[in-house]
C-alpha cells in the first residue's frame, strides 16, 4: 500500500478544502420592471398623490375585481383630478410662503377676515374654511398673537367674539399674495384663457352643488 502519510488521499491537508463548498455567487436580481415603474412614478409626483397614468392603471386594476361598468369612469377621473390637484397646489403653495412665515391655512383666514365685508366670527371663519371649532380658535389665537388680527367682543353680542384684520395683517395678506400670483403665473400661463374660463364655470357650478348636498 502506498505511503499516503501527511498528504492525505487528495494531496496535502493544507491544500484539502473542509466542509460543503460554497454555492456560487448569484448576481443580483434586476428590479421587477413594476418596481422600477412605482419608482419613477414617486420622483414624478413629490408632493403627493400620483401621476395621471397611475391613476389609470388604479382604475384598470379596479374593474379587474369589480364588474362596474366603465360608464361613470369620467366621473371617476374628474373627480380624482380636482382632489390630487388641489393636494399638489397645497403643498406647492405652502412650501413657497413658508419663506414669509406663513402658511396658506393662516392666509386664507387672514384673507376672509379682511375682505369679507362684515366682521366675522370664530364659528362662521370654521364654516368657510371647513374645519372644526377649536382648530380655527386656535388659528385665530395664534394670529392675534402675532399681531395681524384684533379679537374683540361683539358690539351687538357679547356672547360673540368678532375678529378684525390690522395693519400687519394686511402687509401679510400682500406678501403672501406677491408669492402665489407667482405661482399661479408659472402654473397657467400656457393653458388657454378660454379653457381657464371653462375651468372656473365648471368647478363653480360643481362646488355649488357640493354645498346642496352637506
Same mark, same amino acid.
Given at each position: 500500500?502506498?505511503? &499516503?502519510?501527511?498528504?492525505?488521499?487528495?494531496?496535502?491537508?493544507?491544500? %484539502?478544502?473542509?466542509?460543503?463548498?460554497?454555492?456560487?455567487?448569484?448576481?443580483?436580481?434586476? /428590479?421587477?420592471?413594476?418596481?422600477?415603474?412605482?419608482?419613477?412614478?414617486?420622483?414624478?409626483?413629490? $408632493?403627493?398623490?400620483?401621476?395621471?397614468?397611475?391613476?389609470?392603471?388604479?382604475?384598470?386594476?379596479?374593474?379587474?375585481? $369589480?364588474?362596474? =361598468?366603465?360608464?361613470?369612469?369620467?366621473? $371617476?377621473?374628474?373627480?380624482?383630478?380636482?382632489?390630487?390637484?388641489?393636494?399638489?397646489?397645497?403643498?406647492?403653495?405652502?412650501?413657497?410662503?413658508?419663506?414669509?412665515? %406663513?402658511?396658506?391655512?393662516?392666509?386664507?383666514?387672514? $384673507?376672509?377676515?379682511?375682505?369679507?365685508?362684515?366682521?366675522?366670527?370664530?364659528?362662521?371663519?370654521?364654516?368657510?374654511?371647513?374645519?372644526?371649532?377649536?382648530?380655527?380658535?386656535?388659528?385665530?389665537?395664534?394670529?392675534?398673537?402675532?399681531?395681524? &388680527?384684533?379679537?374683540?367682543?361683539?358690539?351687538?353680542?357679547?356672547?360673540?367674539?368678532?375678529?378684525?384684520?390690522?395693519?400687519? =395683517?394686511?402687509?401679510?395678506?400682500?406678501?403672501?399674495?406677491?408669492?402665489?400670483? =407667482?405661482?399661479?403665473?408659472?402654473?397657467?400661463?400656457?393653458?388657454? /384663457?378660454?379653457?381657464?374660463?371653462?375651468? &372656473?364655470?365648471?368647478?363653480?357650478?360643481?362646488?355649488?352643488?357640493?354645498?346642496?348636498?352637506?
Amino acid at each position: 500500500m502506498a505511503d &499516503i502519510g501527511a498528504k492525505g488521499r487528495n494531496g496535502p491537508r493544507s491544500e %484539502q478544502k473542509r466542509g460543503p463548498k460554497a454555492a456560487p455567487e448569484r448576481p443580483m436580481a434586476e /428590479p421587477k420592471r413594476d418596481v422600477l415603474a412605482e419608482q419613477a412614478q414617486r420622483a414624478a409626483a413629490p $408632493f403627493g398623490g400620483y401621476p395621471v397614468d397611475q391613476a389609470e392603471r388604479h382604475l384598470i386594476n379596479y374593474h379587474s375585481q $369589480f364588474a362596474d =361598468g366603465a360608464d361613470d369612469d369620467i366621473y $371617476f377621473r374628474a373627480t380624482r383630478a380636482f382632489v390630487v390637484a388641489a393636494r399638489r397646489w397645497r403643498k406647492v403653495a405652502n412650501d413657497r410662503v413658508k419663506a414669509v412665515g %406663513q402658511t396658506m391655512a393662516r392666509w386664507e383666514t387672514l $384673507f376672509l377676515v379682511a375682505f369679507s365685508g362684515n366682521e366675522l366670527t370664530q364659528g362662521e371663519l370654521a364654516r368657510l374654511i371647513s374645519v372644526e371649532g377649536p382648530t380655527m380658535v386656535r388659528m385665530l389665537d395664534t394670529l392675534a398673537q402675532d399681531g395681524l &388680527i384684533e379679537r374683540n367682543q361683539s358690539e351687538t353680542d357679547r356672547r360673540v367674539t368678532v375678529n378684525r384684520i390690522t395693519p400687519k =395683517g394686511t402687509q401679510v395678506i400682500g406678501d403672501v399674495m406677491a408669492i402665489t400670483n =407667482g405661482l399661479r403665473s408659472d402654473l397657467l400661463k400656457d393653458i388657454d /384663457p378660454d379653457k381657464l374660463t371653462i375651468t &372656473i364655470e365648471v368647478m363653480s357650478q360643481i362646488l355649488r352643488r357640493l354645498d346642496e348636498m352637506r
